[in-house]
């Protein structure tokens, strides 16, 4: 038998056994199986979130399987959802996770309520249909988007996606690192959010790398909806 305080002995260390045992109460949808979803289910599947429901409609293709963690060559073809889904079930014994093999239009219409949604898509129509939902649902969500070597990342509550030039523009080429590094900053909003740390809610980040290999952090107020 598999004892929470010793699966989680380093993060009860970090912030004790009541904030670690809240997060079995939480749920959470993230939106995308690919390349941020794959870092989001690694970094959050093991975190203690009670019940993290995967969405994506895609299959596994050869080139994504580089920067897209929970995939191996053995998952070639198969429901990107599902994968990741086993993924998280063989590494935490206490999560209860569930692949919904649907793209966001058609997951929405079954109005399940969450604490918070992290987007893990790649383009920004589904962005913005997100945010329309978590807005008519009264749930914060989490937006990230990678391209090259940059990536920036928000957790909306009241600022409106609306400010982005809605477009679909579709990323070029993606650096791996890149893309587990984005994600990591969601999943840690994620979790400071749900155990009461502060966090900057409606606040752009942006990083990039300069022509001198810096890595550059800027920050933008959102504008309210």
């Known amino acids: 038998m598999i004892k929470t305080e010793d699966y989680f002995k380093r993060q009860i260390q970090l912030w004790g056994d009541e904030a670690q045992a809240s997060l079995q109460n939480k749920k959470i949808a993230i939106i995308g199986s690919g390349g941020l979803g794959c870092s989001?289910?690694?970094a959050l599947g093991t975190s203690g979130i009670g019940q993290i429901d995967m969405v994506d409609f895609d299959t596994v293709s050869l080139h994504n399987i580089h920067r897209q963690v929970a995939f191996t060559l053995k998952d070639e073809n198969r429901?990107?959802?599902q994968v990741v889904v086993e993924m998280m079930e063989a590494k935490n014994p206490f999560i209860h996770a569930n692949a919904f093999n649907m793209n966001f239009e058609e997951f929405k219409q079954l109005d399940h309520?969450?604490?918070?949604?992290l987007d893990a898509t790649d383009n920004l129509p589904a962005r913005e249909s997100i945010d329309k939902y978590a807005k008519?649902?009264?749930t914060p969500w989490i937006y990230a988007s990678v391209e090259?070597?940059?990536g920036q990342v928000c957790f909306f509550k009241e600022a409106s996606f609306q400010v982005f030039n809605i477009s679909d523009h579709k990323p070029g080429g993606i650096a791996a690192p890149i893309v587990m590094h984005i994600a990591s900053l969601q999943a840690n909003f994620a979790l400071r959010y749900f155990i009461d740390l502060p966090i900057e809610t409606?606040?752009?980040?942006?990083l990039y790398f300069n022509n001198k290999g810096e890595l550059i952090t800027q920050k933008f107020?959102?504008?309210k909806s």
Not at 113 to 117: E, S
Not at 202 to 206: A, I, Q, R, T
């Open 148 to 150: 090259e070597f940059n």
């Open 79 to 81: 429901s990107k959802a």
């Open 202 to 206: 409606d606040k752009l980040y942006y």
């Open 136 to 138: 008519k649902m009264h």
């Open 221 to 223: 107020g959102m504008p």
């Open 113 to 117: 309520t969450y604490d918070l949604i």
């Open 40 to 42: 989001l289910a690694l």
